[in-house]
């Protein structure tokens, strides 16, 4: 994607042994997992630009094994990303910011205000 920024999809995370689904992530080198940026389930990815857009469909119960398996995170709760049923994302790539989860009417405005092109999202997979 670049900028060390990594999508894998369902078919990978089974490929290589990950067992928390499809997520998109920023690292070093491709398939070290240290900073998850969307976790899963990721339904579709548009790329424009120095921006990533994500549409998410929130998996509860991969982050609850994904919780109960990293020791250090289960105090932290459930997160806001679950509160939609349908998450959309915006990655800046150069200033590495990520939006909160968003809906679809706040992605598009905050797609209008930063100058994204949003043409893609009338396509009907989105």
């Given at each position: ?5 990594y ?12 067992p ?6 920023k ?23 120095d ?6 469909t929130p ?35 150069i ?16 797609c209008?205000?930063?100058n ?7 396509d009907?997979?989105?």
């Amino acid at each position: 994607m670049g900028h060390n920024y990594y999508y894998l999809s369902d078919y990978e995370a089974i490929d290589v042994g990950y067992p928390y689904g499809s997520i998109i992530y920023k690292a070093e080198s491709e398939y070290h997992f240290k900073q998850i940026v969307v976790f899963s389930d990721i339904t579709d990815i548009h790329q424009t630009g120095d921006f990533i857009i994500v549409k998410q469909t929130p998996n509860l119960e991969l982050y609850k094994k994904y919780i109960s398996d990293n020791a250090k995170l289960r105090n932290n709760g459930i997160p806001n990303l679950f509160m939609n049923d349908i998450n959309y994302y915006i990655i800046n790539q150069i200033s590495d910011k990520v939006s909160e989860p968003l809906h679809e009417e706040t992605l598009k405005l905050e797609c209008r205000k930063n100058n994204i092109d949003i043409s893609f999202i009338t396509d009907k997979k989105w």
